[in-house]
Each structure stands twice: as structure tokens, then as C-alpha cells.
């Protein structure tokens, strides 16, 4: 496998066996590593540590209400689980691998001891395939693909001896089924890898569904799935539109996990390149961060804040970009590693892009200073590069005075925003937003043909516009060919407006609006 494929599969296969039940569909004490499980998926660390402690006992222990203990050994795999999640959290920092590789030792060789003493248990079985899954993932993670493949066969034949002995533990099914799916879609290299260790093919069909089936009818498995299964949907089955499905799901029922809001921005962003709704969603995770309606907080908010400023710099809004990287700078995060320091790089970068290299200059030598070990961003050798290039001139003054522009419009003083964006657009012709804007300008000040042309060449070079702002530029020249009684030109710009690839919700809603209304019979 690929090791981003493997971090997948492994990552599934670790909390999976939680959702096994040995007598038929009864995993002992459940309902406690329900909540236990819940948790830790919900990044309440240590809350899901006192709730090991209510959940688990000795064989064949109760509650004070008289029902069944979980085994010892279900906690000591949960234990591992919830220092992975937390390393899931920022898995560029090694803080926690000594305190997880202990609990996952002592874990494998508990549930060793119990398959030992009761080979016919499958609920042993189960959680010896636990415990294994636990630390594959993070071999996986730590680039110990030999050692991980090693561990992934253990998995497997755990899971299968526990089938065996229980083939109504819907859960096991989802970890055969994803060795199944990833061995049919491993690279030539996993294969001769997976032929060393002597395990079997696998077939992308049969897997899917099986994973599908343990979603459906598993005891405690559908969070896990659903974050595994995203990541199969975006690889692999080319449907981002399910996984941002499943990742909406986890971020609703588990709002106090920051994981899965940041996935579900970067899906937005990367698969779906709809950076409004991206944005969005770092500014929701802002406001939970900001108001502790998340755990850890700081990182949280750390992320958030990067995410945003990237899309602002990327709407041409540099200027409220860098207020958020000082947020950040000012803050000085530990958590995730590296935040600091592609913080200066970026802020670097958007000081240059207003002109300002001296400044940009220093925030670049912060970026190398504060750069973490491993540097995997490499920010030490981009952030020295840059301070070699300064940046041309007169581009850079055109640029400040587009933002300077939006921000008079914004303030409602069209006339003096109008003439400030001529100027821009004096110095650099070319820029496609600065048209935007000035068309707005234009609008504001009810010269409609002056806006139109300003949209009509906006739209001209509509491929180097950012896309929220070139399929705003079709709506725009769409409304002003309609007041025009051109139907068919503002039909075409309606229509385009409506599926321009991440053009916004907000501007596809509107477009469909007028379509309809358009279409509507008189």
C-alpha cells in the first residue's frame, strides 16, 4: 500500500474490533465502551479516561446497576485509541509516541495473554486485532511500512479467527472488508510486499460492501467508518461529494473534535475547490474555537486562522489576511507544529505581495527560525528563496490599491473607490479582480455600462480570476443584460454562474433563482 492508503486502512482497523460482540451481536459491557468511544472521538481525552474506569473490570464484574463490565483488556486498547486520536490531532509531533507505544504494548500483550488462556473466545480475538491495528497505524504514520505490514497481517488473521468463531460480529466485517478493498487497489510495490508475507488478494467490490455492511449494522463502528470511508470516497471512488457527507456528520455529532472540521475545510478546498464554503467552515471552527466550544482550543484556533488567511490572500484580501497571521504570530502556538512558522512564511509572502520585501524579509527569517524538526513543509529552504526575490513595483502598488478600493466601496464612498481602482488598473491592466471591483464601483455609482464592461472583460479573463469572483462576475453582467432585455445573453450568464466549478454557494443560488424565474411560465 501506499502509506497515505495504509494510515487508512490501519486507522479503521484499530477501533473497528471495539464494536465486535462475541455472543452474537453482545459485546460485553457495550454500553459503557459506547461512551467511552464517544469521547475519544469527540477529543474528550480525559473525561473518556474516567469513563474507562466505570466501563471495565474484572471477568465477569458488574456495575452498580447490576450490568456486565467490560474486560480489563477492552480499556487497555482504548487507552492506546485515545492517545492515537490524540496524536491524530497534530501528527507532526512525536509528544505522545512514548505514552502510546507503552499502552499499546502492554495492550498487545494483554490481549496475547487472554487468546492464550481462551483461544475460542472471539471476543479475545477481537480485541487482540485491536490491539495490533492500534499500533499499524502508527507505524504507518512514524514511515515503518515493513513493521506495519507485519502488524496488518496479525490484524487479519485476528479478525478472521474472530468471524470464525462469530459470524454475526457485524463490526470485524469492516476491517476484512478494507484489506479487501486496499489489497485489490495497492501499487505493484505493496503487492510484492503483501506476496512476501504470504496474505491473499484482495477485490474492491466485495470489500466496499462489507465495510458499507458493518457501517450499517455494527454496534460501535459508524464514526470510525465514516472518517475511514471518507478517505476511501476521496481517493479512490472519486465521490467528494459522500465524503463531505460523512465528514458534515462527524463534525455534527462530534462538534468538540477539531479533526473534523479542518478535514472537511481542506476537502472543500482541495476536491471540491469551493473556497467559499471552505472558508466558511474555518470561520465556524474559529468561532468554536474562540468561544471553547471545541477541544484544544489553541490548536484549533491556530488552524482556523491559517486556513483563513490562505483563502483571503487567495480572494485578493491580503490585508485581512495578514490579521489573522499577527493573530496567529501573536499567540506564539505550540500545537499543531509548524503553525508558527508557516505563519511568518505566509505573512512574509503577503507582504510582499503589497510591496513591503523589507518587512517581508523579516517574517521570512522568523519562518526559518521557527521552523520545526523534521522541517516536513519545508519552510526553511522556501522561506530562503523568497527573500532572494523582491517583488516588481508597480504590480505591488496596483494590488494595494485594488484592496484599497474594495475597502472604500465597502464603506460606501463609490466615487473616490472608483477613481482609486482606475489607478490600479492604470498600473496593471491585467488584474481580473481589480476589473471586478472597478465594475462594482461602477455599479454603486449607477453607470451600468461602465459596469458592464468592466464584468464583460472580468469574464474574458475569467481563468485567472479566483473563482468566487469570476462566476460573481457572470452574475453581475447577467442581472445588467436582463435589465438590458437581452434574455438569451443573461440566460447564458445565469446559467454559466450556476455551474461555474467553485463559484459559491451563495452566487450558484441566485443564478438558479433567476433561472427559474427566467423559464417560469407567463
Known sequence: MTAGLARAAVAALALLTLGAAPDRGELTGADGLVRVYDHILNAQFASAASEMTRACGPAGAENAAGASLAPEEA??????????????????????????????????????????????????????????????????????KLAAARDGKRIKQAL?????????????????????????????????????LMLPGGDKTEGLAQMQRARADGKLLQGEADYQLHILYLWYERRPDLAVELLEALRDRYPGNPLFAAQLATVQDDYLHDVTASLATWRALLDD???????????????????????????????????????????????????????????????????????????????????????????????????KRAPDEARAEAYRLSIDGLR?????????????????????????????????????????????????????????????????AYLDAARLHERMARREQAIDYYRTAS????????????????????????
Not at 507544529?337 to 522568523?366: I, K, T
Not at 463559484?503 to 411560465?521: F, I, K, N, S
Request: hydrophobic letters at 45%; a neutral charge; proline letters at 4%.
Open 499 to 522: 455551474t461555474w466549478f467553485g463559484g459559491g454557494r451563495e452566487t450558484r443560488a441566485a443564478a438558479e433563482r433567476a433561472l427559474a424565474r427566467l423559464h417560469a411560465p407567463k
Open 75 to 144: 480499556c487497555d486498547v482504548l487507552a492506546a485509541t485515545s492517545t492515537w486520536w490524540r496524536i491524530l490531532l497534530d501528527p507532526q509531533s512525536r509528544a505522545f509516541d512514548p505514552q502510546f507505544s507503552r499502552e499499546v504494548e502492554y495492550a498487545i500483550k494483554r490481549t496475547e495473554a487472554w487468546t492464550a488462556r481462551d483461544p475460542d473466545s472471539a471476543e479475545a480475538h477481537f480485541y487482540n486485532g485491536a490491539a495490533y491495528a492500534a499500533r499499524v497505524q502508527w507505524r504507518v504514520l512514524r514511515d515503518e
Open 289 to 387: 474555537a474562540r468561544a471553547d466550544r471545541v477541544n484544544e482550543a489553541g490548536l484549533a484556533e491556530a488552524e482556523a486562522r491559517l486556513g483563513i488567511a490562505r483563502h483571503l490572500d487567495g480572494l485578493d484580501e491580503t490585508d485581512l489576511a495578514l490579521e489573522q497571521l499577527r493573530r496567529v504570530i501573536a499567540a506564539k502556538p505550540a500545537k499543531p507544529v509548524g503553525s508558527l512558522a508557516a505563519a511568518y512564511l505566509a505573512l512574509g509572502e503577503g507582504e510582499d505581495r503589497l510591496g513591503h520585501h523589507d518587512a517581508a524579509v523579516a517574517a521570512y527569517r522568523l519562518a526559518a527560525a521557527a521552523a520545526p524538526m523534521p522541517d516536513s513543509e519545508d519552510i526553511r529552504r522556501r522561506a530562503t528563496e523568497r527573500m
Open 160 to 196: 478472521e479467527r474472530a468471524i470464525a468463531l462469530d459470524p454475526d460480529l457485524d463490526d470485524a466485517y469492516f476491517g476484512i472488508g478494507l484489506y479487501k478493498y486496499s489489497a485489490d487497489i495497492a501499487p505493484a510495490a505493496a503487492k510484492v510486499l503483501r506476496f512476501l
Open 408 to 472: 472604500r466601496l465597502e464603506k460606501g464612498d463609490a466615487v473616490s473607490a472608483e477613481a482609486v481602482l482606475a489607478h490600479s488598473l492604470a498600473l496593471d491592466p491585467r488584474n481580473a479582480v481589480a476589473r471586478y471591483r472597478y465594475g462594482r464601483a461602477a455599479l454603486a455609482k449607477k453607470d451600468e455600462v461602465a459596469a458592464l464592461a468592466a464584468f464583460e472583460a472580468t469574464i474574458r479573463a475569467a481563468r485567472d480570476c479566483p473563482a468566487p469572483i469570476a462566476a460573481a
